[in-house]
């Protein structure tokens, strides 16, 4: 009767390179998460100043996490409704709204955070309260967890069907 003394490697314990390896997936995962997307939803509303513009800005992958509004209306003590009907016009339609605007008061043309451009001249903004969303987060979890097991099955499938010998030379 013959033992084999060959110990298998317990399914918890993976190979540096299979954690290099995930170290780089789960970064790609956290990016996507962290990514952000600014979403156009201006319908048409109008007020006697200009159009009202708003965006959503959203946070996560496959699923929402993180969802804050900003409503840009126009300033009613701006000088010229003329230049927004003009800014308006030239960039409906588009998901993105004009990235630079001339600077004509201490709250236009400043930089915002969350939208990633400057103000439209003409326009403030309004910041709604952020939402935070625990299904998306759970179902964000559950993707992450399923990619990174998927991952190391198939970066460990074949050094463990080998045998941990290494390759053979061609």
């Known amino acids: 009767m013959t033992v084999c003394n060959k110990t298998k490697r317990p399914w918890l314990q993976?190979?540096?390179?299979?954690?290099?390896?995930?170290?780089?997936v789960a970064g790609g995962l956290l990016w996507t998460n962290c990514r952000r997307s600014c979403k156009d939803v201006s319908g048409s509303a109008y007020t006697f100043d200009g159009p009202i513009l708003s965006y959503h800005i959203e946070y996560g992958w496959p699923a929402v996490v993180r969802r804050h509004s900003i409503m840009l209306y126009p300033d009613p003590f701006y000088s010229s409704p003329a230049d927004l009907s003009l800014?308006?016009?030239?960039?409906?339609?588009?998901?993105?709204?004009?990235?630079?605007?001339?600077?004509?008061?201490?709250?236009?043309?400043?930089?915002?955070?969350?939208l990633g451009w400057r103000l439209p001249a003409g326009y403030l903004a309004h910041r709604?309260?952020?939402?935070?969303?625990?299904?998306?987060?759970l179902k964000n979890g559950l993707v992450a967890l399923a990619?990174?097991?998927?991952?190391?099955?198939?970066?460990?499938?074949?050094?463990?069907?080998r045998g941990g010998k290494p390759r053979s030379a061609p």
Do not use: D, Q, Y
């Open 14 to 24: 993976i190979h540096l390179s299979t954690a290099v390896i995930l170290m780089f």
């Open 87 to 114: 800014t308006f016009e030239i960039h409906r339609g588009t998901s993105n709204p004009p990235p630079v605007a001339p600077p004509t008061a201490e709250r236009e043309g400043e930089w915002n955070e969350e």
């Open 128 to 137: 709604f309260p952020a939402s935070w969303s625990i299904p998306g987060l």
């Open 147 to 161: 990619v990174l097991a998927a991952v190391a099955f198939l970066c460990e499938w074949p050094i463990r069907k």
